[in-house]
């Protein structure tokens, strides 16, 4: 099975950089998403990470490391847009595919 | 295209009462999910597909029927509601499998917009 930890809140101020951290295990791997959802709306896609290093769009940057079962999403120039949960999913390598969310992470930026 | 689309947005069911909610996407996408959302909890998934035909289990499955009768179609089923499926449901679909993007970006997820659903 699979397991996904990420923070269930965290605090920044406009203009900032914050770093989220998502730790996982798995019984295998194909690639880990970062998709991010405003408060009643749906989630929407960020990044995605297959092989391990830093993957950069814009002010979104997200980084791997398969040996640690680690991954974070780091944000430049906070925007208090991007007040909203951020979710982790892992993308198993079992042969079937699961798409599989962690809990997510809550950020708020104050300004 | 419309992308995912999702019906009904709200809806109120007595416990033990059935119903479907439905998905359809115009992407022509084969792989197609159902997750649903509680407070403090992310996404579940509940059942996914990976083209007409083929279904499978996610994490919480029981008490939710689907089937794929069709690319665009993806209808979830409650055989008997009970308060405990109160949630958030969302519907998504990729081109391609999750963590298998050929070409890159393809297994990409697009999110329908959701129903709320309250079982009483």
């Known amino acids: 099975g699979q397991n996904i930890d990420q923070p269930t809140e965290m605090t920044a101020t406009e203009g900032a950089i914050v770093q989220i951290n998502c730790t996982y295990q798995?019984?295998?791997?194909?690639?880990l998403f970062w998709y991010q959802q405003h408060a009643g709306e749906a989630p929407t896609f960020l990044s995605y990470n297959v092989l391990d290093g830093l993957e950069e769009k814009g002010r979104f940057s997200s980084f791997l490391s398969r040996s640690k079962g680690y991954s974070y999403l780091l944000l430049k120039e906070l925007q208090m847009k991007d007040s909203a949960s951020y979710l982790c999913?892992?993308?198993?390598?079992?042969?079937?595919?699961?798409?599989?969310f962690g809990s997510g992470t809550r950020l708020l930026v104050r300004p | 295209n419309a992308g995912v689309t999702q019906t009904p947005k709200f809806q109120v069911l007595k416990t033990g009462q059935s119903m479907t909610l439905q998905c359809a996407q115009d992407?022509?996408?084969?792989?197609m999910s159902w997750y649903r959302q509680d407070p403090g909890m992310g996404l579940r998934l509940i059942h996914y597909s990976v083209g007409a035909g083929i279904t499978d289990q996610g994490e919480v499955p029981n008490g939710y029927n689907v089937s794929r009768s069709t690319t665009e179609d993806f209808p979830l089923r409650l055989l008997s509601a009970a308060p405990s499926q109160t949630s958030v449901y969302f519907c998504?679909?990729?081109?391609?499998?999750?963590?298998?993007?050929?070409?890159?970006?393809?297994?990409?997820?697009?999110f329908g917009p959701g129903t709320r659903l309250t079982v009483l």
């Open positions: 992407m022509n996408h084969e792989y």
């Open positions: 998504a679909s990729s081109y391609s499998l999750p963590g298998l993007a050929v070409p890159y970006g393809t297994d990409t997820q697009y």
């Open positions: 999913a892992i993308s198993s390598g079992d042969s079937s595919y699961k798409l599989i």
């Open positions: 798995t019984s295998g791997f194909n690639g």
